[in-house]
């Protein structure tokens, strides 16, 4: 079987609220500050899209806003970026090994001092589109274009399917990736899907993540 996680927080979150910034040095996210125009790109390749990440321009260090006196094992934070603790990092490399994107960060207070870590960033780098618009509790959303300003963005689909908050989602069997960890593009959004076994290895070893729900699985 197959689950999804949860990329909007429930009762019990997902999100912690940080800043890619350096106290210390009083520096933020290098390529923030060399092109805003790149960092929205790592941005949303951090949330699923599809592209390549130069490590020497990852973020590597996070405040977090509001102090902490512990973390989960897996949420996410600033530009929808995944951060896992060294747990995390070793289920998920014994399950996918070398398939994902996974690099050592530093997590601040704002006055600069270190949380006990240690923590990583985490890019899932395998991509599928299993997810059946039919089987899943989805909404559709349709541009409506003016005659007089025919021009549409090329970022912007004139048809959008957003997945509704029951994570209520159907997937064909064969379209499943190998892989235990994967976005599926089935959708408008990419979605966060892992498998069975990735799923009760993160349960058996009593890890605390981002709510996850089972999917069904269909032969279509």
Same mark, same amino acid.
């Given at each position: ?24 040095? @009083? ?8 092109? !805003? #125009?790149?960092?929205?790109? /790592?941005? =949303?390749? *951090?949330? +699923? ?49 070398? @398939? ?8 601040? !207070? #704002?006055?600069?001092?270190? /949380?006990? =870590?240690? *923590?990583? +960033? ?99």
């Amino acid at each position: 079987m197959t689950w999804i996680i949860k990329i909007t927080p429930d009762g019990r979150g997902g999100h912690i609220s940080t800043t890619a910034y350096d106290p210390r040095t @009083k520096s933020a996210w290098p390529l923030r500050q060399q092109s !805003t #125009k790149m960092a929205a790109i /790592y941005a =949303g390749i *951090f949330k +699923g899209d599809r592209g390549d990440l130069d490590p020497a321009l990852l973020p590597m260090v996070f405040v977090v806003e509001k102090k902490r006196k512990a973390f989960p094992d897996m949420w996410w934070g600033v530009s929808g970026l995944l951060i896992i603790s060294d747990a995390l990092r070793r289920v998920v490399e014994a399950h996918d090994p070398g @398939k994902h994107i996974i690099w050592p960060v530093e997590m601040l !207070t #704002k006055r600069g001092e270190p /949380y006990p =870590g240690p *923590f990583f +960033g985490f890019v899932p780098a395998v991509h599928a589109a299993a997810i059946s618009e039919s089987h899943s509790d989805v909404r559709i959303s349709e541009e409506r274009f003016n005659p007089a300003t025919p021009v549409m963005s090329a970022y912007t689909s004139p048809r959008r399917v957003h997945l509704n908050y029951s994570y209520d989602v159907g997937i064909r069997r064969t379209d499943i990736p190998d892989a235990n960890l994967w976005w599926d593009h089935g959708l408008s959004v990419p979605q966060l899907l892992t498998s069975d076994a990735l799923h009760d290895a993160i349960v058996a070893a009593g890890l605390k993540v981002i709510p996850m729900k089972r999917v069904l699985e269909i032969d279509d």
